[in-house]
Antibody, heavy 124, light 111 residues
Framework: QVQLVQSGAEVKKPGSSVKVSCKASGGTFSSYAISWVRQAPGQGLEWMGG????????NYAQKFQGRVTITTDESTSTAYMELSSLRSEDTAVYYCARDNSSGYYSLLDAFDIWGQGTMVTVSS | QSVLTQPPSVSGAPGQRVTISCTGS?????????VHWYQQLPGTAPKLLIYGNSNRPSGVPDRFSGSKSGTSASLAITGLQAEDEADYYCQSYDSSLSGRVFGTGTKVTVL
């Protein structure tokens, strides 16, 4: 059974960057798209963007264009999300999530497997 | 501000049936894009409950069902149980935003 294991909690200063990792284990990595979804404290879910490792091209939500970069390392079955120019409003739990279809990247798909979440706190 | 609107909360007694609505527009649900539903228990990651409007992943009880009509979708929970107390989110695609969108979320309380 595929599992997504994320890196640990981070505390960052405003204006800095954070890079969160998401390592897949127990199954195929390259043919499934991975997205990043965040959840601010007490708030709802927000899609940030996604990537399918076999193609390598990322797609980002308009809100985060220019500030987020999503990449993958197929050799370690790991996806990364880097968010720059951090501000206090970026304080949230960041989740990676896998699409439920393989071999292509469709923004119409559901997320069937989720990482455990990574808390990122932005504070001076 | 989410483009998919859900009621903030719904409640029901054990054994009852509750429904959660997810209202969108012509650029998302009304355009024919699939709706998916997630359950999020306190302090945990979301879990896929319904995909493709009405399909249940393996292991999800048949007490949960989904439907879609026009610019809205609904999640129904029948035979409500204490363990169903959680937050529920709908999700779809929006062509105006060219991206995936989530609903505002609904907290289900079992009385």
């Amino acid at each position: 059974q595929v599992q997504l294991v994320q890196s640990g909690a981070e505390v960052k200063k405003p204006g800095s960057s954070v890079k969160v990792s998401c390592k897949a284990s127990g199954g195929t990595f390259s043919s499934y798209a991975i997205s990043w979804v965040r959840q601010a404290p007490g708030q709802g879910l927000e899609w940030m963007g996604g990537i399918i490792p076999i193609f390598g091209t990322a797609n980002y939500a308009q809100k985060f264009q220019g500030r987020v970069t999503i990449t993958t390392d197929e050799s370690t079955s790991t996806a990364y999300m880097e968010l720059s120019s951090l501000r206090s409003e970026d304080t949230a739990v960041y989740y990676c999530a896998r699409d439920n279809s393989s071999g292509y990247y469709s923004l119409l798909d559901a997320f069937d497997i989720w990482g455990q979440g990574t808390m990122v706190t932005v504070s001076s | 501000q989410s483009v998919l609107t859900q009621p903030p909360s719904v409640s029901g007694a054990p054994g009852q049936r509750v429904t959660i609505s997810c209202t969108g527009s012509s650029s998302n649900i009304g355009a024919g894009y699939d709706v998916h539903w997630y359950q999020q228990l306190p302090g945990t990651a979301p879990k896929l409950l319904i995909y493709g409007n009405s399909n249940r992943p393996s292991g999800v009880p048949d007490r949960f069902s989904g439907s879609k009509s026009g610019t809205s979708a609904s999640l129904a929970i029948t035979g409500l149980q204490a363990e169903d107390e959680a937050d529920y989110y709908c999700q779809s695609y929006d062509s105006s935003l060219s991206g995936r969108v989530f609903g505002t979320g609904t907290k289900v309380t079992v009385l």
